[in-house]
C-alpha cells in the first residue's frame, strides 16, 4: 500500500498545503525483482525518537519554542494527510525525522492505506502508540479485525506531543483478566 499512498502524495506537489513540506520527499521509486525500492531524501539528524532519547540521558527537557514548532509541523503533516485521504497508521516519534534546520519530517508509510472513512484491518501501527480501539483485537489473537480511521492517527499522534512534552518513552503494560478476556490498560 505504501507505493499507491506516495504515488498519491507525488501527485499532489502541485498544491501548496503548507503540510506538505513536513512529508518526507520522494525521489524516486524502481522495482527490482518484485520488490519496490523507494529512494527519499536525505535526513541528517534522526528521529524524534532518537533525539528524545539524548535528552533523556541529559536531563534536559525540549525547549518550549521547539516543542511548539514541533508540535504544529506534526499536526500541519498529519493534516495534509487527512485531506489527501491517507491514514498513516504508524504515527510514532520514530517516524517524524529532524532535517538539520531542525524541522519535522514525517516518514515510512509502509502500513498507510487511502480512506475517508474507517478501515477494517488486520494489523496496524505500534503497540505504545496505537489507539484505544485497537488494542481489544491486537490480542485476541484470533483473526479479528482492528478498526482504524483518521482519528487514530490523530490518538497516536497526541501520544508523540507527550513523548516531547515529558521526554519519556511512552510504556506499554497489560494485564487481561482471565473470567472476561478484557484488557485493561
Given at each position: ?57 541529559q536531563q534536559q527537557p525540549l ?8 508540535t504544529q509541523q506534526g499536526a ?110
Open positions: 500500500m505504501e507505493i499507491v499512498t506516495l504515488r498519491k502524495i507525488k501527485a499532489d506537489e502541485e498544491k501548496k498545503h503548507i503540510g506538505r513540506k513536513f512529508i518526507i520527499e520522494i525521489l524516486g521509486v524502481s522495482k527490482k525483482d518484485h520488490m519496490d525500492c523507494i529512494v527519499m531524501e536525505y535526513v541528517a539528524n534522526g528521529s524524534l525518537y532518537d533525539y528524545l532519547g539524548q535528552k533523556r540521558e525547549g518550549n519554542d521547539q516543542f511548539f514548532n514541533w500541519l503533516a498529519i493534516q495534509y494527510l487527512h485531506e489527501l485521504d491517507i491514514i498513516h497508521r504508524d504515527i510514532k516519534s520514530p517516524n517524524f525525522l529532524i532535517t538539520d534546520k531542525h524541522n519535522f519530517k514525517l516518514c515510512d508509510f509502509g502500513i498507510s492505506c487511502i480512506s475517508d472513512k474507517t478501515v477494517t484491518t488486520t494489523y496496524t501501527g505500534s503497540l505504545p502508540w496505537m489507539a484505544p480501539e485497537s488494542f481489544e483485537a491486537f490480542f485476541k489473537y484470533d483473526g479479528s479485525k482492528i478498526k482504524v480511521s483518521k482519528r487514530s492517527d490523530i490518538y497516536s499522534y497526541s501520544v508523540v506531543i507527550w513523548e516531547m512534552w515529558t521526554c519519556q518513552k511512552p510504556e506499554f503494560s497489560v494485564k487481561v483478566d482471565g473470567m472476561s478476556g478484557k484488557i485493561f490498560i
